[in-house]
């Protein structure tokens, strides 16, 4: 089983409805990331969270929300999804501590389309 | 502010070819780490190379070499004798004393036979 677990795989929804993304890790890591990746645009960071009561955005929040259930799970929210929302989105985990490099371990995607 | 610099957007090579994919990086932090991803066709992302900036030496590993130059602030990437099998996308990435990492926009690299 992978290490980072992200559901749905592939979604297709329309214009205004709520879409959550789930991700799961069994790394243990304390740090947990969505990003989105867009062709040309490269992976840009939505929100990150660095332990379950920490909360952070990233480039490009608006339009999203997360929730950090537990250390192991970190989901992300489209609460009225866009077109523009269309896109591959990665959930990723890193190390904390003294010796974190800010090494990702990344879910294998979910590619998300907005009719 | 961090921000990471890939100006090849695509390039295309011929089998055997060397090929180097450009990396230029910001950063005011002194304690920080670099990586490359590689992300092929079937859209997993892939690590293969971090650098911190205290460890300016270059890595070779098989085909793949990386020239770290904080000179410069590039973290330069060459496969040698390039096969089919190294088309992929390849993103070049920085992180600042290991908190959030933030990516360049890419460089499709296109192997032909």
Redesign the interface.
Known sequence: DADVTQTPRNRITKTGKRIMLECSQTKGHDRM?W?RQDP??????IY?SFDVKDI?K??ISDGYSVSRQAQAKFSLSLESAIPNQTA?Y?CAT?DAGQ????????G??SRLTVL | AQKVT?AQ?EISVVEKEDVTLDCVYETRDTTY?L?W?KQPPS???V?LI?R?SFDEQNEISGRYSWNFQKSTSSFNFTITASQVVDSAVY?C?L??R?????????TRLFVKA
Request: proline share 0%; net charge negative; no cysteine.
């Open positions: 990331y990003y040309g645009l490269g992976l840009r960071l990150y952070n990233g480039e591959l990665f890193s010796g974190a490099t800010g090494e990702l371990f990344f294998e995607g | 890939q957007t780490y990586f991803y859209g997993e992302l690590f971090r911190n993103f990435a992180s600042e290991g908190f959030k990492t933030i990516f360049g926009a890419g």
